[in-house]
């Protein structure tokens, strides 16, 4: 959809990472594909580590990712981030499906993180201690013709 008004300028040198809110559907490849089409360098174990640090389990890294539960999947996605060198993060819901425990160490990440991030998200109690500005948009309205 193009913007309705003004323009974006990317400064030089930004490496974003973009957390998305869902995965593609119809995606068929496992955790461990998943993590290599992203890392084709990393070794098995790299990528089984990588994997594990984000709470997946065995099980789970070996299995499909559309047959894993809502927050299983975020932990993919999350992997996937957290494992490039970025400067900027788009962060699209990224609690939505996690539990409390995994919220907890990506706001204990987020707090680390020396980049700029942009967070969309519907929950105080995680953003508090995060956010330096906070918008908030339910005043706005979406209205489609």
């Keep these: 959809m193009p913007s ?5 300028e990317l400064g030089d040198y930004l490496s974003i990472g973009y957390f998305e809110q869902e995965m593609a559907p119809g995606n068929t490849t496992t955790c461990i594909e998943e993590i290599w089409k992203e890392f084709p360098s990393y070794t098995q174990y790299q990528v089984r580590s990588a994997l594990a640090k984000c709470g997946l389990t065995t099980n789970h890294i070996e299995s499909q990712v559309r047959v894993l539960s809502g927050g299983e999947q975020a932990k993919v996605r999350l992997c996937k981030l957290i494992n490039r060198e970025t400067n900027v993060l788009l962060l699209d ?20 993180y020396k980049g700029s991030i942009l967070l969309i998200c519907h929950e105080p109690e995680f953003y508090e201690g995060i956010a330096t500005r906070v918008i908030d948009c339910r005043e706005w309205a979406l209205k489609l013709s």
């Design 4 to 8: 309705l008004q003004g323009n974006v």
């Design 93 to 112: 819901e990224p609690t939505n499906h996690l539990d409390v425990e995994a919220k907890e160490e990506l706001k204990r990440a987020l707090k680390e």
